[in-house]
């Protein structure tokens, strides 16, 4: 006997299949915000101790 | 019918803290405490934005010592969330799982934490002239 409801079967679909893509998006981003975290407490610091100037920072692409 | 002497499944209550536990608990608590603190980093920019006055009063904000109280927790709890978002990762690929090296990766995440943040501020004071 199964256990789905008779509109999913009529649809032949179970999930919404968003799973699969959403687990990857949510790995991914997390890998790509370990160097980004390190690259923002080191430009922080930097900053905030003066060692560049502000404007510096924020006048190029890259930050530094 | 009355069910109110049934047994309840065993809740937070019953289990003594333990690291595993106490980890699990910051690694949320530390999420909401950074997402917290963006809004001071939105006030920054802000005050960035605004001009050299008012930077250098956010500037003068960051620098006292209730600035410092909120600072240092907000870059510890970055670098705990970051260590133990690692530790999450490895747990995703179905590794890690043994008792012995849950604990072990926990207190690994800790002991990183507490040196990358120490390693941080140090940085911070030696480059500043290892003063204010």
């Given at each position: 006997?199964?256990?789905?409801?008779?509109?999913?079967?009529?649809?032949?679909?179970?999930?919404?299949?968003?799973g699969?893509?959403?687990?990857w998006?949510?790995?991914?981003?997390?890998?790509a915000?370990?160097?980004l975290f390190?690259?923002f407490v080191?430009?922080?610091?930097?900053?905030?101790?003066a060692?560049?100037s502000?404007?510096?920072?924020?006048?190029?692409?890259?930050?530094? | 019918?009355d069910?109110?002497?049934?047994p309840?499944?065993?809740?937070?209550?019953?289990?003594?803290?333990?690291?595993?536990?106490?980890?699990?608990?910051?690694?949320?608590g530390?999420?909401?405490?950074l997402?917290?603190?963006?809004?001071?980093?939105?006030y920054?920019?802000?005050?960035?934005?605004e001009?050299?006055?008012?930077y250098?009063?956010?500037?003068?904000?960051f620098?006292?010592?209730l600035?410092?109280?909120?600072l240092?927790?907000?870059?510890?709890?970055?670098f705990?969330?970051?260590?133990?978002?690692?530790?999450?990762?490895?747990?995703?690929?179905?590794?890690?799982?043994?008792?012995?090296t849950?604990?072990?990766?926990?207190?690994?995440?800790?002991?990183?934490?507490?040196?990358?943040?120490l390693?941080?501020?140090?940085?911070g004071?030696y480059?500043?002239?290892?003063?204010?």
């Amino acid at each position: 006997m199964s256990m789905r409801t008779p509109l999913a079967r009529v649809r032949g679909t179970g999930s919404a299949k968003y799973g699969v893509h959403h687990w990857w998006a949510q790995r991914l981003s997390a890998i790509a915000l370990v160097p980004l975290f390190l690259w923002f407490v080191a430009s922080m610091t930097a900053v905030a101790t003066a060692v560049v100037s502000v404007v510096a920072v924020m006048s190029t692409a890259w930050g530094g | 019918m009355d069910n109110s002497d049934r047994p309840l499944s065993p809740h937070l209550g019953i289990y003594r803290p333990q690291l595993t536990s106490l980890l699990s608990i910051a690694h949320r608590g530390s999420g909401i405490f950074l997402t917290l603190g963006t809004l001071l980093l939105v006030y920054w920019l802000l005050a960035l934005a605004e001009g050299p006055e008012s930077y250098a009063r956010a500037q003068a904000f960051f620098g006292s010592a209730l600035g410092r109280l909120i600072l240092f927790p907000w870059v510890f709890a970055l670098f705990y969330h970051l260590c133990n978002g690692i530790r999450h990762l490895f747990w995703d690929m179905g590794m890690g799982f043994e008792i012995q090296t849950v604990y072990l990766s926990g207190k690994i995440v800790v002991t990183a934490a507490t040196l990358l943040t120490l390693a941080a501020f140090g940085m911070g004071y030696y480059m500043h002239g290892g003063g204010a």
